[in-house]
């Protein structure tokens, strides 16, 4: 039963006790009034049971903490519903909290109250809290050669340790630290960034992407010889972030798509110049144009066709007639001497 002035009076006559020091921690000593149990370590969300003993002299008893009372015998003064009365009879007083959280821990304190004698028996309460990402920097988009710092910070109990690694590479790049500084990026240090959290109850990851834009470059365009009538296609392939924007020429001419029968098909890196039915007029000198917001670059290609085998041929060929061709005239004035 309820009894204010009573409680009152107890709760000061513990608190006085505890004033009073209590002795280093043990797992009971008959002869001392006031006890020190060793800590209870529990995970944040556990349970945890507070047991006291009790005894046949025993006229009131209470569990405490910070000066609160949580039950007096069987009547709860506390108004958590996660605490709640376990076991009271002649033997123990055990409470338990529920879900346990940070604002659990600390000192509580089970008072007894004899026939002769308060006494009281303390135990504290660690509770240890898993890693918990709480400030972690956003996704960029940086040029390249830029400076980058990320950062990564995490709650938790013990203290979480906290590290990065860039996931897409050959983990060359690392960090055991909350930031992770990057001076001079390259496209080669684009890529996701893991940061890892730990503490002795668990581990937490999260990850931030860094783009990294750099202007076009192309590939060597390849020369590329067809036959009249036939089918003939000219690649263009550029590295570029952002993706990189095509134009064709014929010459100093632009070329749009469609014209004069020829189709461009630009598919992320690569864009293609097809030509269905090859001409004469088509064969020539070709350059493709890749553009983005950070630069340009081109490169050439040649169309050329069978004549241009056979010219090129002709010329040695045209070599060997004159040599025959001046061995005949000079063959007369040979033979006389």
Not at 20 to 43: A, C, E, F, H, Y
Not at 157 to 185: F, Q, V
Not at 191 to 201: F, K, L, M, R
């Amino acid at each position: 039963m309820r009894n204010p002035l009573f409680w009152a009076m107890f709760v000061g006559m513990t608190i006085l006790l505890m004033e009073q020091g209590l002795p280093v921690r043990s797992q009971g000593d008959s002869q001392s009034d006031n006890k020190v149990m060793d800590n209870i370590t529990v995970r944040q969300g556990e349970t945890v049971f507070l047991r006291c003993a009790q005894g046949d002299v025993v006229t009131h008893t209470a569990w405490l903490n910070r000066s609160s009372i949580l039950y007096a015998g069987e009547d709860k003064w506390s108004v958590d519903p996660r605490v709640s009365l376990v076991t009271l009879n002649q033997e123990e007083f055990t409470i338990k909290i529920e879900n346990v959280d940070m604002t659990d821990e600390g000192q509580y304190v089970c008072a007894v109250q004899t026939s002769s004698r308060p006494r009281t028996t303390s135990v504290h309460i660690l509770v240890q809290v898993p890693p918990k990402i709480i400030n972690l920097s956003r996704d960029i988009v940086v040029n390249e050669g830029s400076n980058i710092t990320l950062i990564c910070k995490a709650s938790g109990k013990p203290e979480p340790s906290i590290s990065w690694k860039l996931i897409s590479s050959s983990g060359d790049l690392a960090s055991d630290d909350e930031y992770l500084e990057i001076t001079s990026i390259s496209r080669q240090r684009a890529g996701t960034y893991e940061c890892t959290a730990v503490n002795d109850i668990d581990t937490d990851v999260q990850t931030v992407d860094i783009t990294v834009n750099y202007a076009p470059t192309v590939s060597e365009g390849r020369d590329v010889g067809v036959t009249p009538g036939q089918r003939g296609v000219l690649e263009c392939e550029v590295d570029a972030v952002p993706e990189a924007d095509f134009e064709w020429y014929k010459d100093d001419r632009r070329i749009f798509n469609g014209f004069d029968g020829m189709d461009i098909l630009n598919t992320g890196s690569l864009s293609k110049l097809t030509f269905f039915n090859v001409s004469d007029t088509d064969y020539g000198n070709y350059t493709c144009v890749a553009i983005n917001k950070l630069g340009s670059t081109n490169t050439s290609f040649l169309l050329y066709g069978p004549r241009a085998v056979q010219d090129g041929s002709g010329g040695a060929m045209g070599v060997h007639s004159h040599t025959w061709l001046l061995f005949i005239v000079f063959l007369p004035f040979l033979l006389r001497f």
